[in-house]
């Protein structure tokens, strides 16, 4: 069908059954002046608009927020759970179809549309001009017919449009579209976000495709494209090291990831398989920060195997309650192989050094009073040591009871 044909009429009323139209304005807050008037919060995501043929004088650069718009058509958001607003003329295709009057008047119809149409086949914006008022042109629409026909194009690219899309919509001329494969479904936002519902596709050049076979399926969410420069509209592809943030689900790809810290000689045998070179099934998130919240229960790390905790800086683990490690073994410092002297046991050692000191304090007390030769004539060396001894004993006691941490505890 061509959207930009003569519109079926309806004979009960004279308007269009569907018709393709240009957006004029958008209610998509309180601010719009005619936010009460069409319903306040469900008047969100409605649009003015004014036909392709036989366009009014009136155009959305005027004053795209004017109460004048109320004479203008209006169509409501065909999808009730996927937003995809148009901007302010980008061509939208509208149909009637029954409205929330028809419950008591069954002819009572509304317009609805879809989602804009692909005038660039951009991701970002498909804006397009009324082109009969030679004040909306761009330079590059005035060029003649010679000119065009000499191998000037008339757009080069949807950046380069001299008109109003919006009141903050500010469009960026290095946000390209993504490169399809066969079979793949991919949704893209207006900024470099993006999610990819694919799989592998051997000897193409993209960074998954290297290992495995050919329809392994893959997720790839993306946020923020990396900054390149080429041709407008000409294809990227998501770059896990580059983009911003990005989560990929896999199950035989092998991810390229660049991590900052991979270093697993505290494992003795067995360690984990270089991430790069894993391709498994896998989630790999990354991007300049992660955080992982909770506001009412636990957060819980389980594995099969171990949980590496790889940092280049540090490791730091704060909290208010109990800091408690249960296992069969308990390795601190180098890797196990180096780790040959256990921890003691802080009660027990108190105990033996406190029995000991006791002995001592015995011999001590014993030596001061030892006859030598002739009897009866004390052993002034021995005798002077072991009362310095003795007077010191009360004094290790102590320090031996301050050996005890206040906070670890283990267990025999």
Do not use: C
């Not at 490169?179 to 596709?201: A, H, L, M, Q």
């Not at 495995?212 to 790839?220: F, K, L, R, T, V």
């Not at 007390?365 to 009897?375: A, E, F, K, W």
Request: hydrophobic letters at 35%.
């Amino acid at each position: 069908m061509d959207l930009f044909a003569r519109p079926l009429y309806q004979p009960s009323t004279g308007n269009p059954e569907s018709i393709a139209a240009r957006v004029i304005s958008i209610i998509l807050d309180d601010t719009h002046p005619l936010f009460k008037a069409y319903g306040e919060w469900d008047s969100i995501g409605t649009v003015f608009f004014d036909y392709i043929e036989n366009p009014s004088v009136y155009r959305p650069e005027d004053d795209p927020q004017s109460e004048a718009l109320a004479s203008y058509p209006t169509a409501k958001p065909l999808l009730p759970q996927i937003k995809n607003f148009p901007l302010i003329n980008e061509i939208i295709y509208a149909f009637s179809a029954p409205s929330l009057e028809s419950v008591t008047t069954t002819s009572a119809k509304n317009y609805y549309y879809i989602s804009p149409l692909n005038i660039w086949n951009s991701q970002q914006h498909n804006v397009i001009p009324e082109q009969t008022l030679n004040n909306f042109k761009s330079d590059n629409q005035q060029k003649t017919t010679l000119q065009v026909a000499a191998g000037s194009p008339q757009i080069e690219d949807s950046t380069n449009l001299d008109i109003k899309i919006g009141n903050t919509f500010i469009p960026q001329s290095k946000i390209y579209p993504l490169r399809p494969y066969e079979g793949d479904v991919i949704y893209e936002g207006r900024w470099g976000n993006s999610i990819r519902f694919g799989s592998t596709v051997k000897n193409t050049g993209n960074s998954w495709s290297e290992n495995g076979n050919n329809g392994s399926p893959i997720i790839i969410i993306r946020n923020g494209q990396y900054i390149t420069t080429q041709l407008p509209g000409e294809y990227i592809l998501e770059d896990i090291n580059q983009d911003d943030s990005s989560v990929y689900f896999t199950s035989t790809q092998q991810i390229p990831l660049s991590v900052s810290s991979q270093d697993y000689t505290s494992y003795v045998s067995n360690p984990p398989i270089d991430i790069p070179q894993y391709d498994r099934k896998q989630i790999i998130l990354n991007s300049g920060r992660l955080v992982f919240n909770t506001t009412q229960d636990h957060l819980l790390l389980s594995s099969k195997k171990t949980i590496n905790l790889n940092a280049v800086e540090g490791v730091n683990i704060d909290t208010r309650g109990n800091y408690v490690i249960q296992a069969p073994k308990i390795y601190l410092g180098d890797s196990e192989d180096n780790l040959t002297q256990p921890i003691v046991l802080g009660d027990d050692l108190v105990s033996l050094l406190n029995d000991i000191l006791t002995d001592l304090n015995t011999l001590a007390r014993t030596l001061q009073n030892q006859i030598g030769v002739p009897i009866g004539t004390p052993l002034a060396p021995t005798s002077l040591t072991a009362q310095l001894v003795a007077d010191k004993i009360p004094s290790y006691k102590r320090r031996v009871g301050q050996l005890l941490s206040n906070t670890t505890r283990t267990a025999v």
